[in-house]
């Protein structure tokens, strides 16, 4: 399987932006599609964006449509995620994730996690 690092988290006020990246290792990373999702506490994992594995095709939650942005640089193993006009609904720990075969959409799809990293949005 892919290895997943995110960085990029941290407090941001309302109306802020900030920029997540996850690094990925051990496999072709061209070879999978990627995405984002998050867990705010007490409640489930949730779907936020995802991206097939040519960058041609982007997905979003209605949630964040609009103001979240999926990316990817294949020669540098990386996808992004950057975060605008954030909120504090949008306060989570948020992990990359990674799928071969099938778009990563809902977490029964992901093949590989990440370890999560912390955003948190103060109003």
């Known amino acids: 399987q892919v290895q997943l690092v995110e960085s990029g988290g941290g407090l941001v006020q309302a109306g802020g932006s900030l920029r997540l990246n996850c690094a990925a290792s051990?496999?072709?990373?061209?070879?999978?599609?990627m995405g984002w999702f998050r867990q705010a506490p007490g409640k489930e994992r949730e779907f936020v964006a995802a991206?097939?594995?040519?960058?041609?095709?982007?997905y979003y939650a209605e949630s964040v449509k609009g103001r979240f942005t999926i990316s990817r640089d294949n020669a540098k193993n990386t996808v992004y995620l950057q975060m605008n006009t954030l909120k504090p609904e949008d306060t989570a720990i948020y992990y990359c994730?990674?799928?071969?075969?099938?778009?990563?959409?809902?977490?029964?799809?992901?093949?590989?996690w990440g370890q999560g990293t912390q955003v948190t949005v103060s109003s």
């Open positions: 994730a990674a799928s071969r075969g099938t778009i990563p959409r809902s977490p029964p799809t992901v093949g590989s």
């Open positions: 051990g496999r072709t990373f061209s070879n999978y599609a």
């Open positions: 991206i097939n594995w040519s960058g041609g095709s982007t």
